[in-house]
Each structure stands twice: as structure tokens, then as C-alpha cells.
């Protein structure tokens, strides 16, 4: 099956930073577009940013706009999330997901690392 893992997550003060990682098995699952989704508790889960399997295009939510950048390392099997300038606002459950090869939706998502920022 294909797996996704997060990485990065923590407690972190307002105005600070934390790079988000995640890994995937390219063996079983060669994606075409990664992405980050985050979801606070009661809330829906909201896209925050997403890139091509050779990072050559991305796209960011109002989320992620100015403070959040996406990039990603295929020969290492790995995208990443720098998020800097983090907010109260910012705490939540971030996801990795995934699309497949002939896909237009997210289809694989790992379990998400917590990040949560205090005031």
C-alpha cells in the first residue's frame, strides 16, 4: 500500500518557524503532485500549498501565501513545507497527500504531524 509519512511538526512561539517533511515510497506509488492540507480541530481540512512531481509548478491557499513554501526532492522521495512566520492561528493537524499517476485528487494522505503555535 502506499505510505506517506510526516515529519517536523512541534510546538512553536508566534514569529517562529518549522519545516514540515514527508516521504513516500516511490517503489509502490510515483506521484504527480504532492500537497500540504491542514485541519483544526472542528474545522474542515484546508489546503495549504501543493507542487508537481518536478517542482516546477506550485500553488499556495490564502494560508500559505508570503509565509509558507513548498518543495520537494523526488530522488530522495520527499516534499517539504517551510513555514515561517508561524501564527496562533496556523496550529493544526498537517497532512501530506498525494496524487497518483493518471489522478486529479488527492487520493493518499499520511497520518499528519501536529503543529502548534502559541501566542
Known amino acids: 500500500q502506499v505510505q506517506l509519512v510526516e515529519s517536523g511538526g512541534g510546538l512553536v512561539q508566534a514569529g517562529g518557524s518549522l519545516r514540515l517533511s514527508c516521504t513516500y515510497s516511490?517503489?509502490?506509488?510515483?506521484?504527480?503532485?504532492m500537497g500540504w492540507f491542514r485541519q483544526a480541530p472542528g474545522k474542515e481540512r484546508g489546503f495549504v500549498a501543493s507542487?508537481?512531481?518536478?517542482?516546477?509548478?506550485?500553488n499556495y491557499g490564502d494560508a500559505g501565501k508570503g509565509r509558507f513554501t513548498i518543495s520537494r526532492d523526488y530522488a530522495k522521495n520527499m516534499v517539504y513545507l517551510q513555514m515561517n512566520n508561524l501564527k496562533p492561528e496556523d496550529t493544526a493537524n498537517y497532512y501530506c497527500?498525494?496524487?497518483?499517476?493518471?489522478?486529479?485528487?488527492?487520493?493518499?494522505w499520511g497520518q499528519g504531524t501536529q503543529v502548534t503555535v502559541s501566542s
Open positions: 497527500g498525494a496524487v497518483g499517476a493518471g489522478r486529479s485528487t488527492y487520493d493518499y
Open positions: 516511490i517503489k509502490i506509488f510515483n506521484p504527480v503532485r
Open positions: 507542487i508537481t512531481w518536478n517542482g516546477d509548478r506550485t
